[in-house]
């Protein structure tokens, strides 16, 4: 089966773009602005946390992104394709050739009377794999898993980390362009959290699959290079580590990066930006702030005796 190329008209670099995306729940006369105009973008291989308070809309992007739901209004492209205009027929072959998905619950990603290597086989029968083919692949994906241990096992005699990595393996069986997960680690302790983050970030690198997770584990969101704040519906702000990810023995530079980190603040059409509480407080930044040109970026202060006070936030422009 011939999948869509990897690449977006816009720059030929993004798999996932989302421009002033809306998605409004209505029951009766009450209306929810789950999703409020938000644009993300993310270039091919990238590795990146969603984060963001409960309510914030992160489950809402992941069902618009895995084509389970569909925005009210705005677009949403990915791997080239925009996902509106797709049927029901495009939209079950979109999910099942471009999306792996992972869910917060280990059971709910496993068939429970198929064994590990029958679970990651099983998705390749819908591209019409051979039989011989999906075997191999199988196996090779639990063993990138480190988990080929339990290829005979169901999924009640493997615990909750085993069966998240061999879910790992499931998502990635047709090859996809995009593996989103969802609060992967979020029934996990901490050693079976760490060890199916490294999964992840396996899937990532050895199978250069972009890959999006939403998490609310500070473990998760502070190893990635990249993450994506969501508040009200839209994206407030990013934080990026330069060295995370990196090993460190591959690359002497990759410690003292991991340290380093930047935020930064999204800056919407209209010249708003949403300043993280980190900036605010400290200085007690409120109602009027004032705003100087320096060279190269922008002042932010408290109104009140300017001159005497640091600068609250100062950003490169
Ligand atoms: N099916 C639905 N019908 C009505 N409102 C919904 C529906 N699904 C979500 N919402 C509302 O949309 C908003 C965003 O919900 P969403 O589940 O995307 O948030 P979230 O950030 O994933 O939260 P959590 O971290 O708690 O999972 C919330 O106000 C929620 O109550």
């Given amino acids: 089966m011939v999948k869509e190329p990897v690449m977006s008209e816009q720059d030929g670099r993004s798999v996932i773009e989302c421009s002033s995306l809306v998605r409004i729940y209505r029951s009766g006369k009450l209306e929810v602005q789950a999703l409020q105009g938000l644009d993300l973008r993310v270039e091919q291989g990238e590795f990146i946390a969603l984060v963001g308070a409960s309510g914030s809309g992160k489950s809402t992007l992941l069902g618009i992104l895995s084509g389970l739901d569909a925005p009210s209004a705005g677009s949403v492209k990915v791997a080239g394709r925009e996902l509106a205009g797709l049927t029901k027929r495009e939209l079950l072959a979109y999910r099942r050739e471009t999306i792996g998905f992972v869910w917060q619950s280990p059971p709910r990603n496993l068939l429970p009377h198929l064994t590990a290597l029958e679970n990651v086989a099983l998705p390749q029968t819908y591209l ?22 339990c290829r005979d096992r169901v999924p009640s005699k493997l615990s909750g980390g085993e069966q998240q990595r061999v879910a790992i393996a499931v998502a990635l069986a047709n090859s996809p362009a995009v593996l989103l997960a969802d609060e992967p680690t979020g029934e996990l302790d901490s050693d079976s959290a760490r060890t199916v983050l490294g999964a992840l970030r396996t899937a990532s690198t050895e199978h250069n699959v972009t890959t999006l997770i939403v998490t609310h584990d500070e473990g998760v969101s502070g190893q990635v290079r990249r993450t994506v704040a969501i508040r009200d519906g839209r994206i407030a702000t990013e934080t990026l580590r330069p060295g995370a990810g990196r090993a460190a023995a591959a690359d ?62 100062e950003s490169e422009v």
């Fill in 128 to 149: 019409g794999t051979g039989r011989r083919a999906r075997r191999t692949r199988a196996l090779d994906l639990l063993e990138t898993m480190g988990v080929q241990y």
């Fill in 252 to 313: 002497p530079d990759a410690e003292a990066a991991e340290h380093e980190s930047f935020e930064y603040a999204v800056i919407d059409r209209a010249g708003r930006v949403q300043l993280p509480p980190e900036f605010v407080q400290p200085l007690g930044l409120r109602d009027l702030v004032k705003l100087t040109h320096e060279p190269g970026h922008v002042g932010v202060w408290p109104s009140e005796d300017p001159a005497q006070a640091a600068p609250a936030h």
